[in-house]
């Protein structure tokens, strides 16, 4: 069964700094990884999709995957307090997708 | 454009209560519905799915039971409360490609 793992479990950052969260995965096979946010036990908004190794931006969001890594990472760009929430990995392994346990950012103004 | 709404948005149940909650999608035809539980503090998971009207695939037992009614609409119960249940359950669909879009979640206290 995929595994999904996130890193780090909290992150800190200043307005205005690049905040980076990492996910790693068990099944190299997977076919699509996805980030999201949820704010405080809210329902989830989708950041951005990657299909393939290498970079996707959707905004101040880019995700970088590296399936022989095992690995795929969010940056935000300029993060505002705005952002602060959870972040989730989301990975798609035979048409069931496994969440990680998130990265809980704090954007400090 | 899509919606989807969820209900109720919390509830306090007793242990051995019935439970039921309900989950419609407006705006798009045939969509793939989801339920996923998250405890608190926990990993949110993947309890059921369903692909079309009257179909329900089940992916982790909670004795909890998910039934497609209509196109529209996603709805979980059980017969029988148990303090485990507590949590956050969060209704979703997707379009093909599996982009999931949620809903704003039920929150559900066990006592």
């Known amino acids: 069964q995929q595994k999904v793992q996130q890193s780090p479990e909290s992150l800190t950052v200043s307005e205005g700094a690049m905040a980076s969260l990492n996910c790693t995965f068990s099944d190299g096979t997977s076919n699509n990884f996805r980030w999201y946010r949820q704010h405080s036990a809210k329902g989830l908004e989708v950041l951005v999709s990657i299909f393939s190794d290498g970079e996707k931006e959707e905004g101040r969001f880019t995700a970088h995957l590296n399936r022989a890594n095992l690995h795929v990472s969010l940056h935000i760009r300029e993060p505002q307090p705005s952002d602060s929430a959870v972040y989730l990995c989301?990975?798609?392994?035979?048409?069931?997708?496994?969440f990680g346990d998130g990265t809980q950012l704090v954007v400090k103004p | 454009a899509q919606t989807i709404h969820q209900w109720p948005v919390a509830e306090i149940k007793a242990v051995g209560s019935p439970l039921s909650l309900g989950c419609t999608i407006k705006g798009k035809s045939s969509p793939n519905l989801y339920w996923y539980w998250q405890a608190t503090g926990g990993t949110l998971q993947q309890l059921f799915y369903s692909i079309t009207v009257g179909q329900v695939e089940s992916v982790v037992q909670l004795n909890l039971s998910a039934s497609r009614p209509k196109d529209d609409q996603f709805i979980l119960s059980t017969e029988k409360l148990l303090l485990s249940h507590s949590g956050f359950y969060l209704c979703?669909?997707?379009?093909?490609?599996?982009?999931?879009?949620f809903g704003e979640g039920s929150r559900l206290i066990v006592v």
């Open positions: 979703a669909w997707s379009p093909p490609g599996n982009t999931l879009y």
């Open positions: 989301a990975v798609n392994s035979n048409n069931r997708i496994f």
